[in-house]
């Protein structure tokens, strides 16, 4: 039985979460906390890291701090998962989809000018599979029309645009260490952010609408309720789990990009005889290899191909159904410009297995299999 995803483990984990039991501090910015927060703004050049319980909640206080009205509208690609959108609707802003480059599966930077309207306040990009959108010209885009840039990074963390971090580039950037992501924590997530002038009313945020960060750094004496907010805080134990894999974030990395250009070098011939497709990685991106994907010639090939796996032991699984197509969808958003590959993309696409622990003999096996598979070799 090969899973498609299992929490990466690199060994110091359980030490560290004993150690942080230790110090006697187990709520938000405790040690730990204070730990992966510094590795962050050093290794990703950022000025503030704000840890969260998710990336979710960190797509909530970006949502928060971009002051949406409702009615407001958000420029997004409806290829993504639910949170990039869940955070903006909570706001009562309505959502704009526009469509994807097919060969990255991120939003298609050239269609996004035509959707802006005055109500337009807010562009998304979701940098999937940790591969950068072409943040160039939404930045410009945004900075013609007066707009904040929201990235959403869950996948993107220590993946890099023309050098610069992912989730450094906009407004905000939101990472998430969910145990399914390169880094974890079980379930967690960060909200960065370069402009000082985001930082106090991002900590009122996150702490319950008080300014208890500023009565911790003794800027004021007592810490009182000051604004409305919520409790976005880690425990100080899953930021425990997380440290010791940023410690490690060398070798996670390494292993896999191992996975991926295993997986990438092996399936090449399917590719070149135009049973499937590879995924591409553009020039001014260097990703993480947070997953590799295959695309198979349609709906029904994908079906077949990942049942075949399983029946080898293989778990294989696809995302996302495209979100204006869901009855939430509708109710909130509308698609702008003609869906050209966000639906037909969406169904040909399928991931393999791909985690820090998983042995390279498996990757060997699951890679024979797709060779092998019958209708590859007709
Ligand atoms: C995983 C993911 C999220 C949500 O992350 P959580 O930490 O589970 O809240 C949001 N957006 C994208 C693109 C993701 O892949």
Known sequence: ????????????????IKQAVDFGKLCGDGEFTKRCSAWMRDKFQVSHVLMTTSCTHALEMAAYLCDLKPGDEVILPSYTFVSTADAFVLRGAKLVFVDIHPETMNID?????AAITEKTKVIVPVHYAGVSCAMNEILDIAKKYNLK??????????AYYNGKALGTIGDFGCYSFHETKNYSMGEGGALVFQKDEYLEAAEILREKGTDRSKFFRGQVDKY????????????????????????????????????????????????????????????YASHNAHMYFIKTKDLEERTKLIQYLREKGIWSVFHYIPLHSAAAGLKFGRFHGEDVYTTKESERLMRLPMFYNLEMDKVEYVAQCILDYPEFNK
């Open 1 to 16: 039985m090969i899973d498609f995803n299992r929490p990466p483990f690199v060994g110091k984990e359980l030490d560290y």
């Open 224 to 283: 009182t309720w000051v604004n409305y907010g919520s409790s976005y805080l880690p425990s100080d134990m899953n930021a425990a789990y997380l440290y010791a894999q940023l410690e490690m974030a060398d070798e996670i990395d390494k292993k896999r990009h191992a996975i991926y250009d295993y997986y990438d070098k092996k399936l090449r011939p399917l590719a070149q005889a135009g049973y499937i497709e590879q995924p591409y990685v553009p020039e």
């Open 109 to 113: 930077e050239t269609k996004i000018e």
């Open 149 to 158: 840039v929201v990235e959403d990074a869950a996948q993107g963390v220590n």
